[in-house]
């Protein structure tokens, strides 16, 4: 049925890929022209240098080798043969010399001028009628700080008051617009930076609380505050001040008022409140040689009015009183205060160690020199500037600084004779020990139309500027004269023999 059977090969052109070879084309494409340029710069003016040493033939002297001897000078070793003997007991008489004691080289220029750099004011507050009550430097010796309140007033008062703080090395500084305003519910009556955190404020208001304010928050400014607990004061806080704390390091606010209490607080910035960790309070009763105390009727409590601490001793304190009285006190004093219980939080001790002799009115201010351990200097209501030694009862010696009140008084930083005071009549009177004159060295009229000058404070880092705060609101930043600043020859030793005279 099948048979197999050869056929021929049967071809079929591909018409696909011819057409496809006709139908290729060729086509190109560019960019318009590019246009290209060359150019060429060097300097106008070129110069080579070159250096070398010259050649060893050419050298006129030449250094020893080590180990090779110098040739000497005709006449050299004679000449100090001949004069050795004066120059060794010359240097032998200088090194026993005191011609220079407490000499300081100048490198700076001189200043003979003392001027008023800045007038610092917050409109506002100066609107309200506010006063300057007192004015603190940070530590970096930059920001000033004043608080806003009413020394006049005898009633309580309610009237919110404010914090305000200028940085003098800011560019631009605005004299009449503080860098910081902290509002405040009640009048400030004192003021101080922490001794090495500068963002840190203490305040004492007049009713009685202490605030920590922190100047680094953005939001809520007070760190720490006591509130109106029972361990708060009742009366106004006259003044704060921060002093080293039981622990290594720490640092508590000492806040002291008109009731006669001297509170310590420890910071609580966690819990954001002050805590009560040691209590004082001045008795009548317990006062040594109070025989004019005995006298006064009344509240068996002295109020303070002015604190100073010493720098010398950590332990004791100095604590001005209403009546006049200025007492020796001891933060290591373990006598309980004859003072019936009020709510207090510790155990109240009395601190009154020594009694100085009174005075006709209250205490405005105490400081203790920087330049000698037992000297401080007070001033009140009888115009007297009264220098005293913690060994003495009566002052070694006492000026007529105003026929107004002083409110003010502070020791130079860096001249162990010089003072300066705060009167009620405009002026700040500056006065040098040295002189033979008891007349003041130099007199700052505050510009304020005779109203008083409440505060003042030397910068704890430039020592050329005071602060001055004023009862009409303002700060004025005094830039003082090289004789006001720079210590002069034996100066030191004048004020040690001072220290050393016996009061008459």
């Known amino acids: 049925m099948f048979t197999d059977e050869t056929l021929d090969a049967l071809g079929v052109e591909s018409l696909w890929r011819k057409s496809q070879q006709f139908a290729q084309e060729s ?19 070129n110069a080579d240098n070159g250096t070398q040493t010259d050649p060893q033939d050419h050298l006129i002297y030449q250094l020893p080798l080590k180990g090779e001897l110098r040739p000497e000078s005709p006449g050299l070793r004679d000449f100090l043969h001949r004069v050795e003997d004066m120059v060794v007991k010359e240097l032998g008489s200088n ?19 003392v001027s008023c750099i800045h007038c ?95 100047t680094n928050r953005t939001q809520d400014l007070i760190l720490a505050q006591t509130g109106m607990s029972t361990d708060t ?30 509170l310590l607080w420890t910071v609580d910035s966690d819990e954001g409140r002050l805590v009560l960790s040691a209590g004082f309070a001045l008795i009548r009763q317990q006062v ?26 950590l332990d004791t304190f100095l604590v001005g009183s209403e009546s006049g009285l200025v007492l020796k006190c001891s933060f290591s004093a373990q006598t309980l205060a004859a003072a019936p219980p009020d709510g207090e939080s510790v155990t109240l001790r009395a601190p009154a160690q020594f009694s100085f002799s009174p005075r006709g009115g209250p ?32 002052p070694l010696l006492s000026l007529r600084v105003s026929d107004s009140y002083v409110f003010g008084v502070r020791w130079s930083p860096t001249r162990p004779l010089l003072f300066a005071a705060a009167t009620g009549q405009g002026l700040v009177q500056i006065f040098d020990l040295g002189r033979k004159s008891l007349r003041p060295a130099a007199t700052l009229d505050q510009l304020t139309g005779g109203q008083p000058v409440y505060c003042l404070e030397f910068n ?20 003082l004269s090289t004789e006001l600043t720079e210590q002069g020859p034996r100066e030191t030793a004048k004020l040690e023999q001072l220290a050393n005279e016996v009061a008459e």
């Open 27 to 45: 086509r190109g494409c560019q960019t318009r022209p590019v246009h290209t340029a060359e150019a060429e710069i060097q300097p106008l003016l």
């Open 120 to 214: 610092l004011q917050h409109p506002s507050a100066q609107e309200k009628g506010l006063q300057v009550t007192s004015i603190s430097w940070s530590c970096t010796g930059s920001v000033i700080a004043c608080a806003f309140g009413r020394v006049d007033d005898g009633d309580w008062s309610t009237e919110k008051s404010c914090v305000c703080t200028w940085n003098l090395d800011r560019r631009g500084l605005n004299p009449k617009r503080p860098d910081m305003v902290i509002d405040v519910a009640r009048p400030v009556m004192s003021l101080s930076f922490h001794p090495s955190q500068p963002s840190l404020i203490a305040g004492g208001l007049y009713s009685g609380e202490v605030v920590v304010w922190d």
């Open 288 to 313: 040594p040689h109070n025989s004019a105390l005995s006298k006064n009727r009344g509240s068996s409590n002295v109020g303070v009015t002015s604190l100073a601490l010493s720098p010398w001793d």
């Open 363 to 394: 205490v405005h201010s105490l400081h203790c020199s920087p330049f000698h351990r037992n000297l401080f200097v007070s001033v009140g209501t009888d115009g007297l500037a009264h220098l005293h030694s913690l060994l003495q009862p009566d």
């Open 460 to 479: 704890p880092r430039r020592k050329d500027l005071l602060a001055v705060g004023n009862a009409d609101g303002s700060v004025n930043i005094w830039h």
């Open 233 to 262: 004061h009742r009366e106004p806080v006259y003044q704060v001040a921060w002093v080293p704390g039981p622990r290594r390091g720490e640092m508590v606010v000492l806040s002291a008022g008109s009731g006669g209490r001297v």
């Open 95 to 113: 090194a026993k010399s005191h011609a220079f004691d407490g000499f300081d080289v100048i490198w700076e220029d001189q200043n003979e001028t």
